[in-house]
């Protein structure tokens, strides 16, 4: 398919999703209420928004439109999570007001709908960065449940029958899950440093895990051989950065490769820097054998399933290098220890419990 075909298609595919918004703001809601309260926001098409902004000062974050979905501009413009986005805008189309509270700006300040004292702020901004409309969050109401609202441009304050839900900061827009593998598929994991490599393998039926070239003398610690084997059970990063990183030495010099049965191979290359770990990620689908279907030969259910399973793996390692290949990711401390951990943290003697247990007791 031509890039100017996917063009079209990513821009139909948000504008269905705009139209949906709109929908659900507009449709199935009682009468009743409707009749007793208005709508903070009308009239605002979601397919014309460009970008939005949240907070204000070195607290801002913005969201910026990028061919069909929107980028956190923050974070070197990684992809936001089209849910999380349309989540924002429905929430602020969803904010309800029955008292018009005050429009007088003197008290603007006491009612926390300041850009410098809300608890939080929305603009949402058409092409050429000109304003469509914004909302500003402010204080809770003393009585009644409701919180302080102001509309701009505009000095009019409401109060809003229910508090709005709003997520400020950037990686609350970004889905910050690496990789989550299925431990029952993992085959071995290799870790590897400048100073060793060793690796830990699935034993029979996948339950054990055995060491290659295992020391005599010498066994696992079990918690710690597990930990470390399904290190991408669950790989989350806290924060991201395109790639090549400027204005950081980083020196990936440890690797992480995990094997699964699939023939997909998944690398992380490690940094360590000021107590921080960066990984660079990509995968590859090893099995270069072409899948292939010959004419006038009826194959059975079994092996189009094999063939299927086979294309599905090769098309979720593509996509995962894809997603991540340009990236460089910061990720937790505890996470890091399982990557990065060394042999001689793994091994004890095989002794050890037996030397305790005759040790005398006082």
């Not at 470390?228 to 924060?239: I, N």
């Not at 006038?296 to 991540?324: N, Q």
Request: net charge negative; glycine share 6%.
């Amino acid at each position: 398919m031509s890039n100017k075909k996917l063009v079209i298609l990513a821009n139909i595919t948000a504008c269905m999703i705009a139209w949906a918004i709109v929908q659900a703001h507009i449709t199935n809601k009682p009468r009743e209420e409707a009749e007793k309260s208005a709508y903070l926001i009308q009239g605002l098409d979601p397919t014309n928004i460009d970008s939005i902004i949240l907070g204000t000062g070195k607290k801002e974050t913005t969201l910026k439109r990028d061919g069909g979905r929107f980028a956190v501009v923050d974070k070197d413009n990684y992809p936001a999570e089209s849910a999380d986005i349309n989540s924002l805008i429905a929430s602020c189309l969803d904010i309800k007001v029955d008292e018009l509270f005050t429009d007088n700006p003197s008290n603007h300040k006491d009612l926390g709908v300041t850009a410098e004292d809300a608890r939080h702020v929305i603009k949402f901004l058409k092409q050429g960065s000109e304003l469509m409309v914004g909302v500003i969050v402010g204080n809770s109401k003393d009585q009644g449940g409701g919180t302080f609202v102001r509309m701009i441009p505009g000095n009019k304050v409401y109060v809003t029958l229910k508090s709005p839900q709003i997520q400020d900061g950037a990686l609350n827009y970004i889905n910050m899950e690496i990789i989550s593998v299925d431990r029952r598929n993992i085959e071995s994991v290799t870790v590897s440093s400048s100073d060793e490599i060793y690796t830990l393998k699935a034993n029979g039926d996948g339950e054990d895990i055995i060491l290659k070239n295992h020391p005599s003398g010498k066994k696992l610690k079990a918690g710690d051989r597990e930990s470390v084997f399904t290190a991408l059970s669950f790989l989350r990063f806290e924060d991201v950065m395109r790639s090549p990183v400027t204005g950081k030495e980083l020196n990936f010099n440890r690797q992480f490769v995990c094997r699964l049965k699939d023939s997909t191979v998944y690398t992380m290359e490690i940094a360590q820097k000021d107590d921080n770990t960066y990984i660079k990620c990509q995968a590859v689908f090893t099995d270069k054998t072409p899948v292939t279907k010959e004419e006038g030969i009826v194959e059975s259910e079994e092996e189009l399933k094999k063939k299927e399973t086979k294309l599905l793996a090769r098309d979720k390692a593509e996509e995962f290098s894809a997603r991540h290949g340009n990236w460089v990711y910061k990720i937790s401390e505890s996470d890091a220890g399982n990557l990065v951990k060394n042999l001689s943290e793994l091994l004890e003697d095989e002794n050890k419990e037996e030397a305790e247990g005759d040790k005398p007791t006082s």
